[in-house]
């Protein structure tokens, strides 16, 4: 189970990625993990990543006996820390850039690349 959990764990940092660019991430789910992992993640409806993160509790949920608490809190305090910055990371996507930013951001970029040429000249 904690080499599964390992496997997981790699495979959230590829599909968090893939969440946010939209990509598609069937070829390397099938490639990280077994078979029958793979037909569990592909019938969930629900966003890969935070899918993961749930397999990922359930999987340390039953290696609970085995732990102690002292191994087993750290790990639970990690995967909560993933979900936060997953959290943060789809706010961030999700909200509009102002218009007085993407002005100012267009102008300074404008008067730079005209300047460019004269400073490299010079």
Same mark, same amino acid.
């Given at each position: 189970?904690?080499?599964?959990?390992?496997?997981?764990?790699?495979?959230?940092?590829?599909?968090?990625?893939?969440? *946010? %660019?939209?990509?598609?991430?069937?070829?390397?789910?099938?490639?990280? &993990? =077994?078979?029958?992992?793979?037909?569990? +993640? /592909? #019938?969930?409806?629900?966003?890969?990543?935070?899918?993961?993160? *749930? %397999?990922?509790?359930?999987?340390?949920?039953?290696?609970?006996?085995? &732990? =102690?608490?002292?191994?087993?809190?750290? +790990? /639970? #305090?990690?995967?909560?820390?993933?979900?936060?910055?997953?959290?943060?990371?789809?706010?961030?996507?999700?909200?509009?850039?102002?218009?007085?930013?993407?002005?100012?951001?267009?102008?300074? +970029?404008?008067?730079?690349?005209?300047?460019?040429?004269?400073?490299?000249?010079?």
């Amino acid at each position: 189970k904690a080499l599964l959990m390992g496997r997981y764990l790699s495979l959230y940092m590829w599909l968090m990625k893939g969440f *946010f %660019r939209e990509e598609d991430h069937a070829p390397l789910i099938r490639t990280i &993990l =077994p078979p029958e992992e793979v037909a569990w +993640l /592909e #019938d969930v409806p629900s966003d890969m990543p935070t899918t993961v993160l *749930f %397999r990922l509790r359930e999987l340390l949920a039953s290696l609970v006996n085995d &732990l =102690p608490r002292t191994a087993s809190q750290p +790990l /639970e #305090d990690r995967i909560w820390q993933l979900e936060g910055h997953f959290g943060t990371l789809k706010r961030i996507l999700g909200s509009p850039i102002p218009p007085t930013y993407t002005r100012h951001t267009s102008r300074v +970029l404008c008067i730079f690349l005209g300047l460019l040429p004269i400073a490299l000249v010079g």
